[in-house]
């Protein structure tokens, strides 16, 4: 499926569908779901619901965060902090 536009997320009124917002930050549903989650992707809300997990995704807020490299800086600074980790542990067990 084609990634959506900024104007069809804009366009959206209420919640942005988790598989529309996956395809248009280039990322997979699971992606989603589990940032959300753990409240690292600043989106919108993930909540339970009598054991369900619903996700609220506001167009705007995810159009920001693709503008202004939300993912991309994301996963650089997951990078950073696993060699960070890595060099830490080499240095305790050396």
């Excluded at 699971?30 to 619901?49: E, N, W």
């Excluded at 600074?77 to 830490?88: A, G, N, P, Q």
């Amino acid at each position: 499926m084609q990634k959506p536009t900024t104007e069809e997320i804009l366009a959206i009124d209420g919640s942005v569908p988790v598989e529309m917002a996956a395809r248009y930050l280039g990322q997979s549903k699971d992606f989603i779901y589990c940032a959300m989650q753990k409240q690292v992707l600043p989106i919108g809300t993930a909540y339970l619901r009598e054991k369900e997990w619903c996700y609220d995704i506001r167009p705007q807020a995810l159009v920001e965060y693709n503008e202004h490299g939300g993912v991309k800086r994301y996963m650089a600074l997951e990078d950073h902090l696993r060699k960070v980790i890595s060099c830490t542990v080499e240095k305790l067990c050396s």
